[in-house]
């Protein structure tokens, strides 16, 4: 790696602050997994790095009055052995656990995974089936947005140069809500998503049918997307294997895939397909399981 | 430079470092720990495993500085001059290296799973070393060295131990990629 200076932040109204003094030639430093890797390819070193990871309130996991709370610096390692992660919102631990291998894990943070914004991360369908929001500080104060409304396109966020993400709340309206998560990729260890999919659901117990169902799908599109029309044919819908097979057909007609040397369009419209069913199906037997 | 304050294997060692330097050039280069391996230097081989207040990384992908206060474990760290430490001797009993290249990475990530859970599955061993890649030995031989250790450690027995059964393929959580739910 070239050469460059480095500061470092014990909080986020500091690293908010640094950001500010040393301008948008800055790069920001959270468990480096991206970043480091970027840098050694890079021909050219950033005139500052920012190191956030000693900044204390961005860390940890608490349950509030607002829903789950996840300080950005939260590693992939740390949600999936969280006992509040695992009984509040079990998927986003099966989905942590499907990043890289042990060693990132225990690197690679939830806010890095986010703000890189790339299409097939495992930490965005997750929690946008969840509906989480983010919060993002910087020198104008702290404002809150949709992790939808977060993502903008391929590695871009609604990020501005000069803001942080600080942390992810699950609302307490999405917890307990059963879940699932399932990725395909081209190993069983440490490999990106072909493609990826959460889905989360109530079932209405009187009548047995779907209610507020969430689909989200991750690596077949600029960003992770949800699937509306999926979404409402399953609204009030009786919960059966057909019904889920047909929103999976659905959801793959909302995919906008391209095709690269690791598979090709089709082949993911039809993971699509099949692991929505999946995710779906998931999501119920949870749902049996906590009755 | 402010010199980093770094515990590794147990002895402090304070020493100034360019801020650019990755926490695998720090241990290799000024220390002359020469045992975590450059592999691919960008988190896919596990090479550079090393562990930090006990938890596996990749050295190459942590700035020697976001170590600074921390204590860190490497290969060198593992055995006494009297005798290799138990996954250690597990691993030479089964003839679970070759080249050895791989072989400091193996060693933590394992020292790692064992730690945190002393009578872990074939499949839990799976996923501990799934971010370790070995290029000559397999992985089926490090999978029995690593039961044997648990059992050397720990006097750990597990009923389903690979040399009862056939090894199962690691599951993603969810069942992930794969066959028919
Ligand atoms: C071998 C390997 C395997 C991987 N496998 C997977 C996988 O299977 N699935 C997957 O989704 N990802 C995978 N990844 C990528 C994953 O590790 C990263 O996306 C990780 O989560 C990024 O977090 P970080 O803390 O390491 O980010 P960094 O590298 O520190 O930063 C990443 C980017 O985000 C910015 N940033 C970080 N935190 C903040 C913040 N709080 N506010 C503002 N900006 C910030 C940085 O400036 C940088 O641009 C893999 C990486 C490696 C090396
Ligand atoms: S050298 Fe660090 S993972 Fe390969
Ligand atoms: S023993 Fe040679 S790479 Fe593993």
């Known amino acids: 790696m070239r050469a460059f200076k480095l500061v470092s932040a014990t909080d986020s109204a500091q690293a908010v602050a640094l950001l500010a003094e040393h301008g948008p030639g800055v790069k920001v430093l959270a468990g480096g997994t991206d970043l480091l890797v970027d840098l050694k390819a890079a021909p050219e070193a950033p005139a500052v790095v920012l190191d956030i990871s000693r900044a204390a309130d961005m860390k940890g996991i608490a349950a509030t009055d607002a829903g789950l709370r996840i300080g950005a610096l939260v590693t992939h390692g740390e949600l999936t052995r969280s006992p509040l992660v695992r009984e509040l919102a079990p998927v986003l631990a099966e989905a942590a656990r499907t990043i890289g291998a042990v060693q990132t894990r225990n690197l690679g943070t939830l806010g890095g995974n986010l703000v890189s914004g790339v299409p097939s991360m495992d930490s965005g369908p997750a929690l946008i089936a969840l509906e989480a929001r983010v919060t993002v500080a910087g020198p104008r104060g702290t404002r809150t947005l949709g992790l939808a409304e977060f993502f903008v396109g391929p590695r871009r966020t609604a990020l501005a140069p000069d803001e942080l993400l600080v942390d992810v709340v699950v609302p307490a309206a999405s917890l307990g809500k059963p879940a699932g998560f399932l990725k395909s990729g081209l190993r069983k260890g440490q490999a990106l998503a072909l493609v990826n999919v959460a889905a989360a659901l109530w079932i209405d117990p009187d009548r047995g049918a779907f209610r507020a169902p969430r689909i989200a799908l991750g690596a077949v599109a600029p960003t992770v997307i949800r699937a509306p029309r999926a979404e409402a044919y399953l609204e009030g819908r009786a919960v059966t294997a057909e019904a889920m097979a047909e929103a999976g057909r659905i959801a793959a007609t909302e995919a906008r895939p391209i095709g690269d040397f690791r598979a090709s369009a089709d082949y993911r419209r039809e993971l699509v397909a099949v692991l929505t069913r999946r995710a779906l199906a998931a999501a119920c037997d949870r749902a049996e399981g906590a009755q | ?181």
């Open chain 2, 1 to 181: 430079m402010t010199p980093l304050r770094i515990t590794v294997n147990g002895r402090e060692h304070v020493l100034p470092a360019p801020p650019e330097t990755t926490l695998l050039a720090l241990l290799r280069e000024h220390l002359g720990l020469t045992g975590a391996k450059l592999g691919c230097d960008v988190g896919d081989c596990g090479a550079c495993t090393v562990l930090v207040d006990g938890l596996a990384v990749n050295a190459c992908l942590m700035l020697a500085a976001q170590a600074d206060g921390r204590s860190v474990l490497t290969i060198e760290g593992l055995a006494t001059p009297d005798a290799l430490h138990p996954i250690q001797q597990a691993f030479e009993r089964h003839a679970a290296l070759q080249c050895g290249f791989c072989g400091p990475g193996v060693i933590l990530s394992a020292k790692a799973l064992l730690d945190a859970n002393p009578a872990p599955t074939a499949a839990e061993i799976r996923e501990a070393l799934a971010g370790n890649l070995c290029r000559c030995t397999g992985y089926a031989k490090m999978i029995t060295a690593v039961h044997a250790a648990a059992q050397a450690l720990h006097g750990a027995t597990d009923e389903r131990s690979p040399r009862a059964t056939p090894v199962p393929r690691l599951p993603l959580p969810g069942g992930g990629t794969g066959g028919p739910r």
